[in-house]
């Protein structure tokens, strides 16, 4: 029975061209390992999209009633927790009105971002420098922003990335709300003049140019990059599941059709790679990756649940980060390891980071909210969301100068 109703699931989406009218986020409730395997083959199915797996499953409206009937005969519970997607996604423009250039409190496309590093450098031209890294698999610049005061003097470094997921929006305007704040705060604030004469920050915007730009013109619930799989109709790879280190692992798919598909072997994607070069080309004390959505923040593993040799440093940086958030907004961001505390993930930053870099302070971040919008956050939310993360960058940064 429950082979014939995957069946007819498989069919349907695969044959389902997408639109989000009437698309659903059910709020499952799996309670233990035997859920967990008769949710698995759900994450293969073209057009069931786990936002967080296991617990949101956006569905496509001629699929709800045989998912749901796999989800019953399956013992699941489960509450529709968006009943239609495409109102969260009408309403995540809000039009925020802004005084400055650039309006912060907005959404924008990846020529604006890319606008927006101009002017950080024309503006600040003492702090701020641009580079290209590489290119994406449609030819986009990977521009890095780098952020710092020549004191001509050897300086730390920090890395930060945002849109590895295209569809996180949040993820890029809140980290540019941030940046913009170390830049223009370097002449009032004594604390952001000892960090930017400490560190080099680099800044990656949109670590997936191509799939980002197609969550604007094409699918705005699109999370993998754009290239093509061989002998597959299903295009991208999940970036964060393509890293090399325990690539393949628990918590990444073989599949191409899935919105975890690690890709063909590791690093085979022209975004990972030039991000993996960079980063092997300097030594770095803090590596950042900011996502949405779920207010986490994320040591390693994620693709195993033993503690990492270095947790202790790890769990008093996270617990000094999460409270700085938490004294801005009164959000109660929860710390751990990726794995136990979110699921299993494998050829992550956070565990490149630490495994193959040997980065103490690799992190991810997920940030607002903990899914009444999922990845359709309104422009509202976006300015409180890089407040809070801003105070905890800082409080991080300063940790790990002084530690």
């Known amino acids: 029975m429950l ?17 989000y009218e009437g698309y659903q986020v059910l709020r499952l409730a799996p309670l233990a390992e035997r859920d967990l395997k ?62 400055d250039s650039f309006n912060y409190g907005a959404y924008h496309t990846l020529n604006e971002i890319y ?20 290119t994406s698999h449609e030819g986009r610049d990977l521009t ?32 540019m709300y941030m940046a913009n704040r170390l830049m223009s705060e370097f002449s009032t604030e004594e604390h952001v003049v000892f960090l930017l004469e400490t560190f080099d920050f680099y800044y990656l915007p949109v670590t997936n140019p191509d799939g980002y730009v197609y969550t ?19 295009v991208g790879t999940d970036g964060n599941r393509n890293f090399d280190f325990m690539w393949g692992e628990r918590g990444s798919s073989r599949f191409t059709c899935s919105s975890t598909y690690r890709g063909s072997s590791a690093l085979s994607e022209p975004e990972t790679e030039a991000v993996a070069a960079f980063v092997r080309s300097k030594d770095f004390d803090i590596f950042l990756d900011y996502h949405a959505y ?23 940086a996270m617990k000094e980060t999460t409270d700085a958030i938490f004294s801005i907004h009164g959000k109660a961001y929860h710390y751990g390891p990726s794995g136990p505390t ?41 300015i409180p969301t890089g407040e809070e993360n801003y105070a905890g960058f800082v409080a991080l940064c300063v940790h790990v100068a002084r530690s």
């Not at 009633?65 to 009943?83: A, G, M, Q």
């Not at 780098?146 to 997921?165: C, E, M, Q, Y």
């Not at 779920?294 to 008093?316: F, I, K, Q, V």
């Open 3 to 19: 082979r014939l109703v995957l069946l007819s699931i498989c069919l349907a989406t695969c044959l389902e061209a997408k639109s």
């Open 115 to 134: 606008d927006w590093i101009d002017s950080m450098v024309a503006d600040y031209p003492n702090l701020a420098s641009k580079s290209s890294i590489g």
């Open 342 to 382: 979110l699921y299993a993930t494998s050829g992550t930053t956070v565990d490149w980071g630490y495994g193959d870099r040997g980065i103490v302070h690799s992190y991810t971040f997920e940030l607002r909210d903990t899914g009444e919008y999922g990845f359709a956050l309104p422009e509202d939310q976006i």
């Open 216 to 234: 604007w013109e094409g699918d705005r619930m699109w999370r993998k990059t754009r290239s093509p799989n061989s002998g597959s109709f299903c």
């Open 294 to 316: 779920s207010e986490l923040m994320l040591s390693s593993w994620g693709y195993t649940s033993s503690l990492p040799d270095d947790y202790d440093a790890m769990h008093a």
């Open 144 to 175: 890095v922003l780098k952020i710092g005061a020549d004191t001509g003097k050897p300086k730390r470094n920090v890395w930060f990335n945002s849109l590895i997921h295209a569809r996180e929006w949040v993820s890029g305007a809140a980290c």
């Open 38 to 99: 008769a949710l698995n083959p759900l994450q293969e199915m073209p057009n069931l999209d786990f936002w967080n797996f296991p617990r949101d499953l956006m569905v496509p409206p001629s699929q709800l009633e045989s998912v749901k009937e796999y989800l019953d005969i399956s013992n699941i519970e489960f509450d529709v927790w968006i009943p239609n997607v495409q109102s969260k996604i009408d309403a995540q423009f809000t039009g925020q009105v802004s005084t």
